[in-house]
């Protein structure tokens, strides 16, 4: 039988888990808060001048209710591969361990870097845009006959510059992929 794996949004200290794709999806924005849906609540606004941020958006895979037979592993990442629009870069990449997103909430997150992602293992962002079908982001990680968390998260982070336009963005899809057996 299939195994039953759902995509969580890690928020908080703790972290707070949260299903952000089964019977939904749950409307996932970034945002400048540390909230798993926030709905239209906390835009980020454009600024002036230099780049306001999101707060980043960490995201994990977990097995829930029905175990792989064997195991999951080969997991990847990857967008559309489509430009978020003048003035916006979505930067992203793989981390081994969880750091609560920060900044100043309703302004900018704090941006997403190296230094800044300071518990464990954050791989230097990128443009999400690079990560598509053909090419997507290889994450360590697997998982056997069990439920339960696995895998590296994927963090990513939406920049806005001062030549972004304003109003809602289009919505865009991120995928997970990997092999059961």
Not at 89 to 98: I, L, Q
Not at 133 to 160: C, D, H, M, W
Request: glycine share 14%.
């Amino acid at each position: 039988m299939a195994a039953t794996v759902i995509t969580n949004r890690l928020t908080g200290a703790g972290p707070t888990k949260t299903d952000i794709v089964t019977g939904g999806p749950v409307t996932s924005r970034m945002s400048t808060s540390d909230a798993p849906a926030p709905g239209t609540s906390d835009p980020i606004p454009i600024p002036g001048a230099g780049t306001n941020y999101s707060y980043w958006v960490v995201t994990r895979l977990e097995v829930v209710t029905t175990a792989p037979d064997n195991g999951i592993n080969n997991i990847k990442w990857y967008s559309e591969g489509t430009s978020f629009g003048t003035g916006l870069v979505c930067s992203g990449n793989e981390a081994t361990d969880y750091t609560q997103a920060t900044g100043t909430q309703g302004t900018t997150g704090t941006e997403l870097t190296v230094g800044n992602y300071t518990t464990g293992t954050l791989t230097t962002p990128v443009d999400v845009t690079t990560f598509t079908s053909g090419s997507p982001k290889s994450l360590a990680g697997s998982i056997g006959a069990a439920t339960g968390e696995f895998g590296s998260r994927f963090v990513y982070q939406l920049g806005v510059g001062a030549t972004a336009g304003v109003g809602t963005m289009t919505a865009r899809t991120f995928t997970w992929q990997f092999d059961e057996t």
